[in-house]
């Protein structure tokens, strides 16, 4: 089994800053990839940036030059660090994980549970 526990969300106003963090945890083999996802009201989930097992990072355009994704290999956890926030980046905030669970399985998909990210003065 694999969790992924997300830390961070809640209330930030309009042009602050808020820090996400995601740990993966239990019978991991490799990561191949981490990031996140969001969701807002009445949208489909997208992505917002994701990082790969060798450093490379995909930022959506919306959160380009705002928001920033980093991982600390060691302890199996991704961050997203948002700065300049806007109202519009309201949303529940998914992390997602694409990793073996062993050397010779197949990888799974796996998500956290969503933490709410509010902007609003």
């Known amino acids: 089994q694999v969790q992924l526990v997300e830390t961070g969300g809640g209330l930030v106003q309009p042009g602050g800053s808020l820090e996400l963090s995601c740990a993966a945890s239990?019978?991991?083999?490799?990561?191949?990839?981490m990031g996140w996802y969001r969701q807002a009201p009445g949208k489909e989930r997208e992505l917002v940036a994701d990082t790969n097992a060798g450093g490379a990072t995909n930022i959506a355009d919306s959160v380009k030059g705002r928001f920033t994704i980093s991982k600390n290999n060691a302890m199996n956890t991704v961050y997203l660090q948002m700065n300049t926030v806007k109202p519009e980046d309201t949303a529940v905030y998914y992390c997602h994980a694409l990793l073996y669970q062993t050397h010779y399985g197949p990888h799974g998909e796996y998500w956290g549970q969503g933490t709410q990210v509010t902007v609003s003065s």
């Open positions: 239990g019978t991991i083999f490799r990561i191949i990839s």
